[in-house]
């Protein structure tokens, strides 16, 4: 299917022609394979979310999950995160690494999110985005998984998967996620992302990607590049 794609430069307006990938076939497989899939972090409500979402960064769910039981537990409301000791949080968190980072950023956005949103994880993704260490990926999954709102998330998974199959061709995360917001019907963007974490986790791995038995292969850049 042909549709346009628009850009701006030098104040001109370009059009491009481009063909749209098939994402529907794709979806539909990955719809077969994984149902209703969603996310994987263990959490009761937008605060626990966005917490496990910032724990989450360069660690996997299995872990995350093991740490937020207690942690919940020690920090059960925004306030409390907010109010937290450093040195305790640190302590709590450390084996989900980048420890020290993500200690500062908890307490900063647990901070925002009471003086500026009365204790309410905000619901537009501009707000998201102004809490201390919070990007587009985690503002993106907090919009889906905890509003019930379309968007894509781009992490590792995604990144790597949209680009093997060719959906994307993107250097950064902020392209991939520019190109899937025009590539996938928007009705499908948060179900999409969650296909492409598992696809990613479990089957297209970022060291030997399990293409022999791929239920993709057919509709898969990547690996008709590399048998040509
Ligand atoms: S064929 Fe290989 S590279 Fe392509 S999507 Fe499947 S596992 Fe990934």
């Not at 660690?59 to 059960?76: A, E, G, W």
């Not at 450390?94 to 200690?103: L, P, T």
């Amino acid at each position: 299917m042909l549709y346009y794609l628009s850009y701006i430069k030098s104040g001109e307006i370009y059009k491009i022609k481009k063909m749209k990938k098939n994402t529907n076939d794709i979806y539909q497989i990955l719809y077969e394979k994984f149902g209703q899939a969603g996310c994987e972090l263990n959490f009761n409500n937008n605060y626990e979310l966005i917490v496990a979402v910032i724990l989450s960064a360069r660690c996997t769910d299995k872990r995350v999950n093991i740490i937020s039981k207690d942690l919940f537990k020690k920090y059960p409301t925004v306030e409390s995160l907010a109010n937290a000791n450093i040195e305790e949080l640190e302590k709590a968190i450390y084996s989900c690494g980048f420890y020290k980072n993500k200690a500062k950023n908890l307490i900063g956005m647990a901070k925002d999110v009471v003086e500026r949103f009365n204790g309410n994880v905000p619901s537009e993704f501009e707000d998201l985005i102004s809490l201390s260490g919070v990007g587009r990926k985690t503002a993106n999954v907090v919009l889906a998984v905890g509003f019930s709102k379309q968007a894509i998330a781009v992490d590792t998974h995604v990144f790597r998967v949209s680009n093997r199959l060719g959906i994307v061709d993107a250097k950064t995360p902020y392209d991939c996620e520019m190109g899937l917001q025009q590539e996938v019907d928007k009705d499908k963007w948060a179900t999409f992302h969650h296909y492409l974490v598992l696809f990613g986790r479990y089957v297209c791995k970022s060291q030997n990607p399990s293409c022999k038995n791929c239920e993709l292969k057919e509709h898969c850049k990547y690996v008709n590049t590399i048998n040509k």
